[in-house]
């Protein structure tokens, strides 16, 4: 199943009971996970305040506290099944408490003797530099008559041209780049001046007693206990987490719950005795829903008619109301396209949901801009190890993104394989004919004395034997039966359609088929903005402003990029001269564009004065915004212009540095040569595959974040977020408290 092309239907639910049931309710709540609250405001007075949170919730979120601070130090492997809930709360209340406050005192343990070691650390750095001055540590301070100076003197100078420059005497050390200087106390101002003008900076020596290099030898001797000590602890989490990880996790999941179960009461409405709970929650689970609160709330409503109400063009509904989350339906083999509809945000609830058509245009757009099997396959091989490093996590996120980066993979495959390109090569045969020699192709095989041509099938010039191997996975090894009888002398398939349009299989986007790649891209642009449009059309008709807000914010649109689109390629064709039918059909092709368009334009000023636009500046405004479509169109070229970097890129590598290696290692050449050439071939490939997957990653998502989607999504909605978050570890127990 592709995926559903809406969100879930959601459903407006409130509830009311005694408030002595209300922590019971709430338990019931987290355990089906079901409903996301609309926090009370406190304001509709009536005599409702905000709820309490649960007695035990300070014991609750001290305990949690706990468990995270533990998982942070503990590498704690993910449980291969789930536990129920009875279980691991006998873990939390029994065998874990001791193990827990074992593990504490030995992180706490680890902590000191870290801090210790970063202190000790600290200190040999600081003894190093005072081991070679040669005095005492103990000579540095406790004097009542005289004032110590020591650190660096930037200045060539010493300490004793300090002295004579303040003219006083005084006692000198030097060594290992410090200076020492002691002076009287009234002589310390004096001295001072004189050594800041020496650029001298002040170090502060180490507290002790005695010869800095004991203390040293003692300060290195205290940090290789240390660091052994740590390493011993260390040892006991890792064996801590081996015999109790698994437990640590689920305790901590369900902790987590219990924290937010605890601090739930806190979100709603009470009164002395009753409680009054308002929230949403996905229709299709309201009998489940009501028949486990039914023995515990007098009263439960649930309203599904939960759409924005919108009037006319410029109307607005009960913007007072809350707008309804949005759940995703089910996408089924979209799901990984969740990543990209959630990184712009969720739309406005009852609208289309991009997700499924971002499963057919993203790897498109991706996949034409790549296109090349190598790359391909390394694609889906760091999708493969993604999805290893991540499997056991229980990270969706990284699950999703390791088959996100699947699909990229497969399309780059697929348009490798329409392309004939394999590492940046041309893989594929070409065909050779006496009649073409002198022709465009410019690849003619002639012999270099006379002049003739090799009829037949040939590689490419420079295309490596395991490159060219891969034409096996074509039809007749790549040498099509009657090439240049039916289709010309490169493809085994190809079509031309209307507008110019060319498909050929193979499709040689780097030579025979440059022009066409471009025009594709053009014409691939105009049907995605198409299809934006018919999509904010049928939103503003379902959810929207109705049949005129789709007439004037969408089909006014889609008259002008199809009537541009018209009257631009008869205006363009009809310069080369066609035939007089076909000169009459431009004619009228580029008459009925320039009404579309013109529609358009007048459909547009309509919308902005309605908009509240003043009319004359409506009237510079809606040609300005309809010759704006003409650059969001063309910018679909960089489908065609970032695929055609990328494969030069690879390119120059293959003509420049692959020579070289073939050289080096068959004919005798240099060795060193052919291997630093094949290093460098190597780091190429590499680039270039880096380059291939970030860059088109990057114009794909402009292309459908920015051209398409702002066309008709308006990333407004909030995400469905039931109370109780999610169970990856642990049942929840639906029972009563």
Not at 14 to 29: F, P, Q, T, Y
Not at 70 to 93: A, D, F, L
Not at 313 to 333: I, K, R
Request: with cysteine.
């Amino acid at each position: 199943m592709v995926g559903e092309l809406t969100n879930r239907p959601m459903a407006r639910f409130n509830a009311a009971g005694l408030r002595k049931d209300l922590d019971s309710v709430m338990h019931i709540l987290c355990s089906l996970k079901a409903v996301d609250l609309i926090d009370f405001d406190g304001e509709e007075g009536n005599h409702l305040n905000l709820g309490s949170p649960r007695d035990d919730h300070d014991a609750v979120a001290k305990n949690l506290s706990t468990y995270r601070s533990i998982s942070k130090w503990v590498e704690s492997s993910r449980p291969e099944g789930t536990q129920s809930e009875k279980t691991v709360r006998g873990w939390i209340n029994g065998e874990l408490t001791t193990e827990i406050q074992s593990i504490s005192e030995t992180i706490s343990e680890i902590e000191d003797k870290r801090s210790e070691a970063n202190a000790t650390e600290e200190r040999i750095a600081a003894l190093g530099s005072f081991v070679e001055l040669g005095v005492d540590l103990d000579l540095f301070d406790g004097y009542r008559t005289a004032t110590v100076f020591s650190g660096n003197i930037g200045d060539k100078g010493t300490g004793q041209d300090a002295l004579q420059s303040a003219g006083v005497s005084g006692h000198v050390a030097s060594g290992g780049g410090l200076t020492m200087v002691v002076v009287a106390n009234e002589d310390a101002a004096a001295v001072n001046n004189a050594l800041e003008s020496m650029r001298f900076s002040a170090v502060q020596p180490p507290a002790g007693t005695g010869s800095p290099r004991e203390a040293l030898t003692d300060s290195t001797t205290l940090l290789k206990d240390l660091n052994l000590e740590i390493e011993k602890l260390e040892s006991t989490l890792d064996s801590w987490a081996l015999k109790h990880g698994e437990k640590l996790v689920c305790g901590l999941e369900l902790l987590e719950r219990d924290f937010i179960e605890a601090t739930a009461p806190a979100r709603v409405a009470v009164s002395q005795h009753a409680f009054m709970i308002d929230g949403w929650i996905v229709a299709d689970r309201e009998d489940e829903v009501r028949a486990a609160l039914k023995g515990l709330c007098s009263y439960i409503d649930v309203d599904t008619d939960v759409a924005p109400k919108h009037h006319g063009v410029h109307g607005h509904g009960h913007h007072n109301d809350p707008s309804p989350p949005v759940a995703f339906g089910d996408h089924g083999l979209s799901r990984p396209m969740e990543l990209l509809t959630d990184a712009v945000g969720r739309s406005d609830y009852g609208k289309i949901d991009p997700t499924v058509f971002m499963l057919i245009t993203y790897p498109l757009f991706f996949g034409l801009m790549l296109g090349d099997m190598l790359y391909g396959f390394m694609t889906l091989g760091l999708a493969g190890l993604i999805y290893s490093r991540v499997k056991d996590s229980g990270n969706d996120l990284g699950i999703l993104g390791a088959k996100l980066v699947a699909y990229i993979g497969l399309s780059t495959v697929l348009f490798g394989y329409i392309y004939g390109e394999f590492a940046g090569f041309e893989i594929l045969p070409h065909y050779e004919s006496c009649s073409a020699y002198a022709g465009t192709s410019g690849r003619a095989l002639a012999d270099g004395a006379s002049g003739e041509c090799h009829k037949g099938w040939h590689p490419y010039d420079g295309v490596p034997a395991w490159a060219s191997s891969f034409s096996a996975l074509y039809p007749y090894g790549g040498e099509f039966p009657n090439v240049v009888e039916h289709y010309g002398e490169h493809s085994l398939w190809e079509t031309r359609l209307p507008m110019g349009v060319v498909l050929a299989f193979p499709f040689h986007r780097v030579s025979y088929n440059l022009t066409d790649l471009i025009l594709l891209t053009i014409y691939l642009g105009i049907a995605h903005l198409m299809v934006a449009f018919i999509l904010g059309a049928i939103d503003e008709i379902r959810h929207g402003h109705g049949w005129s807000g789709a007439i004037y914010g969408k089909v006014s649109w889609m008259l002008v990029l199809g009537g541009g689109f018209f009257f631009s390629y008869a205006y363009l064709i009809s310069g080369g001269g066609p035939s007089p039918e076909y000169a009459e059909l431009l004619s009228n092709l580029k008459m009925g564009g320039l009404i579309a368009a013109a529609i358009g334009v007048l459909l547009l000023l309509v919308h902005l004065v309605h908009e509240g636009v003043p009319l004359w500046v409506a009237c510079l405004l809606a040609p300005i915004e309809a010759i704006g479509m003409l650059p969001t169109t063309l910018s679909y070229v960089r489908l065609f212009a970032v695929g055609i970097v990328g494969v030069k890129i690879a390119e120059a590598g293959n003509s420049l540095l692959y020579p070289m290696i073939v050289e080096g290692f068959s004919t005798g050449g240099s060795i060193l040569v052919a291997v630093l050439a094949l290093i460098g071939w190597f780091c190429v490939q590499i680039f270039a595959w880096i380059l291939g997957v970030f860059s088109p990653n990057i114009h794909a998502a402009r292309l459908h974040f920015v051209e398409w989607m702002r066309q008709f999504y308006t990333a407004s909605g909030k995400a469905f977020a039931p109370l109780g978050g999610r169970s990856r570890f642990v049942e929840a127990d639906k029972g009563q408290q």
